[in-house]
């Protein structure tokens, strides 16, 4: 059971949009900012998204990412194909840990 | 180019020990905080452990709390985990990531402030598999 709650699989046609939610609690989401991460296939995971809505230089503006108050999302628009993967958030807790979502699954139709 | 290289993963007896190691090449690693990120045989991420730039701060999952322990040598620009008392439940890749843990002093209200912004850089990971 994992501390921030994603929903398990999202999916879309490419060039739609998606929304991939995030829920937490005051002391993780609602206290600290939310980070987002991309795990294609049998590869390390990615940051996409730091401080709730920065993208780190060579992530696309097709990635963008918001929070209000205990929750946060991750918007992609425009899907392509090479989206489909597993996508996390992260938070610091205040009792002093990081916390993953349990991930979401992304399937391009 | 920025990065991190694991090694020390193996097969390993409940009960038993193995020490991983994580060197960095491409930044200055002792001004950054280092985390180890877990993920089980087709679970999700778990965060195990970070410690920060100099060393002095160290925290933990529960779960691990007390087995496993974090360390650093930056003249080596590699941090370690020390992992004991090793589970099956412990089985899994292990990675390790810059940590963008910062920690300001704010002089307009003469206290520290940390911000915790993610974690930028990840290793390729190394497989820990507990068995008998």
């Known amino acids: 059971q994992s501390v921030l709650t994603q929903p398990p699989s999202a999916s879309g046609t490419p060039g739609q949009g998606v929304t991939i939610s995030c829920s937490g609690s005051t002391s993780n989401i609602g206290s600290n900012t939310v980070s987002w991460y991309q795990q294609l296939p049998g590869t390390a995971p990615k940051l996409l998204i730091y401080s709730n809505n920065q993208r780190p230089s060579g992530v696309p503006d097709r990635f963008s990412g918001s929070r209000s108050g205990t929750s946060a999302s991750l918007a992609i628009s425009g899907l392509q194909s090479e989206d489909e993967a597993h996508y996390y958030c992260a938070a610091w807790d205040d009792s002093l840990k990081w916390v993953f979502g349990g991930g979401t699954k992304l399937t391009v139709l | 180019e920025v990065q991190l290289v694991e090694s020390g993963g193996a097969l390993v007896q409940p009960g038993g020990s193995l020490r991983l190691s994580c060197t960095a090449s491409?930044?200055?690693?002792?001004?950054?905080?280092m985390s180890w990120v877990r993920q089980a045989p087709g679970k999700g991420l778990e965060w195990v452990a970070n410690?920060?730039?100099?060393?002095?701060?160290?925290y933990y999952v529960d779960s691990v709390r007390g087995r496993f322990t974090i360390s650093r040598d930056n003249a080596k620009s590699s941090v370690y985990l020390q992992m004991n008392s090793l589970r099956v439940e412990d089985s899994a890749v292990y990675f390790c990531?810059?940590?963008?843990?910062?920690?300001?002093?704010?002089?307009?209200?003469?206290?520290?402030?940390?911000?915790?912004?993610?974690?930028?850089?990840w290793g390729q990971g190394t497989t820990v598999t507990v068995s008998s």
């Open positions: 990531a810059r940590d963008l843990t910062v920690i300001r002093f704010l002089e307009a209200l003469w206290e520290e402030k940390s911000y915790y912004y993610g974690m930028d850089v």
């Open positions: 410690i920060k730039e100099d060393g002095g701060d160290k």
């Open positions: 491409g930044f200055k690693f002792n001004s950054y905080w």
